[in-house]
């Protein structure tokens, strides 16, 4: 039953996504790098952010046991913000949590919203009449202490020297032009602009996902369409390539999986490089990268 259950649920959603399972799961399977260090240093940061919210929810379920979560445990079951919460740090810490391209991201974006709910439920025996005044008050400090530490960001590693400048470089370049074939690097400038996105760093990989025939993909009833799909979207990029529709063209060095840069030449020249300064990492330290600027090559007189 429960296979039948899994079957049906990732035949629904190919249906209503048709890339989803390999954008979300499938790529990250195959493509992923994992570390065990990476994982327990994106807890370390986190817990250190949110030490006190995480002290209030410790506090809050332990008050609220007696009243609300002991019933819901004779009725085996905890509620489903608690169900969830485990299950998403279950997801992290198996999984998620060790793939190193990913810094807290997935911390914030799965776990974060189930314990902020789970600290919801609880809230309303914080609050009530019932608790002693001094409960009430130590939730408060508590709660203001976490939106200061958030706030002051004094966990989070400091910018680099020249990042801003090499950041700032990047947005005047980009500015400048209407269509940019672009790094994935670009991505988040090229957003702000409301210019379009051609590789988001999840688009070289899209293919990845299904480009070996493995008991997971086989439950995709549309991998040949997937397949399809990305030499259709690399073969149009080309084409747009070779027309020069591109006014600009800014690639990673020596990190070009869309398009071949020796095809690129034939119709772009290189005029310059810049080093784009990253945000450090704890696991990683401070980063660079080179991003290669090209230009569309003189037309010949017709």
């Known amino acids: 039953m429960a296979a039948l259950g899994l079957g049906g649920a990732v035949a629904l959603m190919s249906l209503w996504g048709e890339s989803y399972i390999n ?3 499938l790529i990250h399977v195959n493509v992923a790098t994992r570390s065990a260090k990476f994982l327990h240093l994106q807890l370390h940061t986190y817990a250190m952010a949110n030490l006190s ?3 209030l929810i410790g506090v809050g379920l332990g008050w609220s046991w007696q009243s609300h979560f002991k019933r819901l445990v004779k009725k085996r079951t905890i509620g489903l913000f608690p169900w969830c919460a485990l299950l ?5 810490y198996l999984s998620l949590g060790r793939h190193t391209e990913n810094w807290i991201v997935y911390l914030y974006q799965l776990f974060s919203p189930f314990c902020l709910l789970t600290m919801a439920m609880a809230a309303t025996s914080l609050y009530c009449s019932a608790q002693p005044l001094w409960k009430q008050y130590l939730v408060n400090v508590l709660l203001v202490i ?17 990042y801003q400048e090499s950041w700032q470089a990047l947005s005047q370049l980009t500015a400048n032009h209407q269509r940019i074939l672009n790094s994935p690097l670009l991505t988040s400038l090229l957003i702000q602009q409301g210019k379009p996105v051609y590789d988001s760093g999840q688009s070289e990989y899209f293919v990845q996902g299904v480009a070996e025939t493995t008991p997971l993909n086989r439950m995709l009833p549309n991998r040949a369409r997937i397949i399809a799909r990305q030499n259709a979207y690399i ?11 591109f006014d600009l ?3 990673t060095q020596n990190h070009s999986m869309l398009v ?4 690129l030449r034939q119709y772009y020249e290189k005029k310059r490089s810049i080093t784009a ?8 330290g401070p980063r660079t990268r080179a991003l290669d600027i090209y230009e569309p090559k003189p037309r010949p007189p017709s």
Not at 88 to 92: L, W
Not at 146 to 162: I, R, T, W, Y
Request: proline share 9%.
């Open 277 to 284: 300064v990253m945000p450090p990492t704890p696991f990683k």
């Open 146 to 162: 976490n939106l200061a530490s958030v706030a002051s960001a004094d966990s989070l590693p400091k910018l680099p020297s020249g």
């Open 23 to 25: 954008n979300t799961f």
């Open 53 to 55: 919210l995480l002290a």
């Open 235 to 245: 073969t149009a990029i080309e084409q747009d390539i070779r027309q020069q529709a």
């Open 88 to 92: 998403s740090f279950g997801i992290f």
């Open 260 to 263: 071949s840069e020796n095809y």
């Open 249 to 251: 063209v800014v690639l």
